[in-house]
């Protein structure tokens, strides 16, 4: 047997029950090389012998969190050098159980894969929690957000930060305070989908904020239907706005906005309604991890309708305009957040903290 250390080792040993011949080989070039391809044939094979190999040295977890609480309601972003950076965020015991709300978080971490751990980066000037993100041009912005959760107002205030210098400012304030809001970069600016205003309204407005003159303006197209926790992405001359919800619910429909023609248009429903979806962009696909369904009582029953954490993978293409469920149970699916980035196998090793994973492709 080989390991990541690409040398023999006679004494350590695991055994392999019913894998199949060619996950094996795929498991030795691995080994060899740092790198392997999951498709939707293999990954369910590989994850089960992955499983296997979890005792096996050189087969080991992504670095977590020393975290005493659930983390909620954070941000994390890739760079073109695919650095990813966590930010803010609010402990659920903090925002669930403290009277008045619960206070956010102004931490930043960088994954570094050589050192195989999470460094801190100076944190933000003013804590934040649901809050739009995006990175541009070597620097990335925050937008709105909440420091006190909840029965708070939220924020009007954007932050930048300068990821060479590690150094935060200031930016022009947006024209209103807004709270999860879908955010992503067109071009040469940053587009706020929606979100959740002062009085605690879903919004249908689309805010534009141009980076070199620092300063917003209002687009007048507004969204079919106002949508808030939703998650935004560029494909050629068009975003895609898909999951999050409203003041009536969970919603399905995936929006596309056509930014020239400032034109609204649908692609395929997501199969369920959800709310607080990871949602990631990779390989010409749209990638839903996870999220919170409301599952209701049937009728003539006392029970009360609950709140149902998914914990499946679902794959949008967005050539041929179709879901597709990947993988039926993610370990480690998260409700609020997911990224897609290139990371070299070779530098992942084994951490003894509790489990706070990070999910990336």
């Not at 390989?283 to 049937?298: F, K």
């Not at 998914?310 to 597709?324: F, G, H, I, S």
């Not at 370990?331 to 509790?354: D, M, P, R, T």
């Amino acid at each position: 047997m080989m390991t990541l250390d690409t040398f023999e080792n006679t004494k350590r040993t695991v055994t392999l029950q019913n894998v199949d011949s060619s996950v094996l080989q795929d498991l030795v070039n691995f080994m060899y090389s740092g790198e392997i391809s999951i498709t939707s044939a293999n990954v369910q094979s590989l994850l089960v012998a992955a499983d296997m190999m979890q005792s096996f040295y050189s087969i080991k977890h992504h670095p977590t969190f020393d975290f005493k609480f659930k983390l909620d309601y954070y941000k994390l972003l890739v760079t073109e050098n695919n650095e990813i950076y966590l930010l803010g965020g609010i402990f659920y015991d903090d925002y669930h159980f403290e009277s008045g709300g619960g206070v956010a978080k102004a931490d930043v971490f960088v994954y570094s894969q050589q050192n195989n751990r999470w460094q801190d980066c100076a944190p933000m000037d003013i804590p934040k929690c649901a809050f739009g993100a995006c990175y541009f041009e070597g620097k990335i912005f925050a937008f709105g957000g909440y420091t006190f959760y909840p029965g708070h107002p939220p924020l009007d205030n954007v932050a930048v930060y300068d990821t060479s210098l590690d150094v935060w400012g200031d930016c022009d304030s947006m024209p209103i305070g807004i709270a999860h809001q879908a955010t992503t970069v067109f071009r040469n600016s940053a587009f706020l989908f929606g979100g959740i205003d002062a009085d605690g309204q879903c919004l249908n407005t689309i805010l534009q904020y141009h980076f070199e003159q620092d300063r917003w303006s209002l687009v007048s197209a507004e969204m079919p239907v106002p949508r808030s926790e939703a998650s935004a992405f560029v494909n050629d001359n068009c975003i895609i706005i898909l999951g999050g919800s409203n003041n009536t619910g969970g919603i399905a429909s995936v929006s596309v906005f056509n930014v020239d023609r400032l034109r609204w248009s649908y692609a395929a429903d997501f199969p369920e309604q959800r709310k607080f979806t990871s949602i990631c962009q990779g390989d010409g696909c749209l990638y839903v991890c996870g999220g919170v369904r409301q599952s209701s009582a049937r009728p003539g029953l006392l029970r009360a309708s609950r709140r149902v954490e998914m914990k499946d993978l679902y794959k949008y293409d967005l050539v041929q305009d179709e879901w597709t469920k990947v993988i039926r149970l993610v370990e480690h699916g998260s409700s609020f957040s997911c990224i897609y980035a290139s990371v070299n196998c070779k530098f992942l090793k084994e951490s003894e903290k509790e489990a706070y994973a990070v999910e990336s492709s």
